[in-house]
T-cell receptor, first 111, second 115 residues
Framework: DAGVTQSPTHLIKTRGQQVTLRCSPK?????VSWYQQALGQGPQFIFQYYEEEERQRGNFPDRFSGHQFPNYSSELNVNALLLGDSALYLC??????????FGEGSWLTVV | QQQVKQSPQSLIVQKGGIPIINCAYENTAFDYFPWYQQFPGKGPALLIAIRPDVSEKKEGRFTISFNKSAKQFSLHIMDSQPGDSATYFCAARWGYGGATNKLIFGTGTLLAVQP
C-alpha cells in the first residue's frame, strides 16, 4: 500500500463537462504531481505542486488545472472534457529526495 | 530529448526464468531511475530504483543494472513466478527546473510468467 489515496475511483462524464479529481498524499509527503495514463501507454506528466504552487507543467492544455491545499492534498480539474481525455488519472507524492509513490488512480470515461 | 525507450514490448518466460527488460535514454538531465510494476486496473507500484552513480542495485528478486556511459539500464527478475505477470515500466526523473516528481516513462513491457 503506497498510502496515496485518490477519489473517485471511477466516473463517467459527458463531453464538454468539467471534472474534479482528488488526491491525499502519503503521510508526510509534501510534493504532489498528476499523471494521465491512456490505455496501453505509460503515464504522462501533467503538473506538480509544492507549497501550494504549480512548479512545472507537462505538455497539457490550460483545460487541465490544479490546486494544492495547506494539508498537501490536491485536486485536478479538467474543463471542457473531450473524448480523448478518457484515461486513468494518477496522483503521485514524494517525500525526501527521491522516492515517488503512486495512488491507484481515478478512471475517467468521457462519453 | 525527454524520452525513454523500453524493450521488449512483451515477454513470455517459464517459471523460474530470468526476464530482462531494457531501457535507454539520451538526456543527461535525468537523475533518478525507478521501475514500476502495474497490474490491470491498479496504479503503478514502485519496485526498485537507482541513481546514475551506482552500477547495480538488488532488492529481493529484482536487480537493476545501470550503464551510465551507454545511457542504458535494465531490470532483471530472478526466479520469476506467475505472480510477477504484470506490466513493467521503467522511468527517468527529469532533474531540471526543480520538478522532482516529473518522471518520463517508457512504453511498458507486458510480462507473462508461465507455470
Amino acid at each position: 500500500d503506497a498510502g496515496v489515496t485518490q477519489s473517485p475511483t471511477h466516473l463517467i462524464k459527458t463531453r464538454g463537462q468539467q471534472v474534479t479529481l482528488r488526491c491525499s498524499p502519503k503521510s508526510g509527503h509534501d510534493t504532489v504531481s498528476w499523471y494521465q495514463q491512456a490505455l496501453g501507454q505509460g503515464p504522462q506528466f501533467i503538473f506538480q505542486y509544492y507549497e501550494e504552487e504549480e512548479r512545472q507543467r507537462g505538455n497539457f492544455p490550460d483545460r487541465f488545472s490544479g490546486h494544492q491545499f495547506p494539508n498537501y492534498s490536491s485536486e485536478l480539474n479538467v474543463n471542457a472534457l473531450l473524448l480523448g481525455d478518457s484515461a486513468l488519472y494518477l496522483c503521485a507524492s514524494r517525500f525526501g529526495e527521491n522516492t515517488i509513490y503512486f495512488g491507484e488512480g481515478s478512471w475517467l470515461t468521457v462519453v | 530529448q525527454q524520452q525513454v525507450k523500453q524493450s521488449p514490448q512483451s515477454l513470455i518466460v517459464q517459471k523460474g526464468g530470468i526476464p530482462i527488460i531494457n531501457c535507454a535514454y539520451e538526456n543527461t538531465a535525468f537523475d533518478y531511475f525507478p521501475w514500476y510494476q502495474q497490474f490491470p486496473g491498479k496504479g503503478p507500484a514502485l519496485l526498485i530504483a537507482i541513481r546514475p552513480d551506482v552500477s547495480e542495485k538488488k532488492e529481493g528478486r529484482f536487480t537493476i543494472s545501470f550503464n551510465k556511459s551507454a545511457k542504458q539500464f535494465s531490470l532483471h527478475i530472478m526466479d520469476s513466478q506467475p505472480g510477477d505477470s504484470a506490466t513493467y515500466f521503467c522511468a527517468a526523473r527529469w532533474g531540471y527546473g526543480g520538478a522532482t516528481n516529473k518522471l518520463i516513462f517508457g512504453t511498458g513491457t507486458l510480462l507473462a510468467v508461465q507455470p
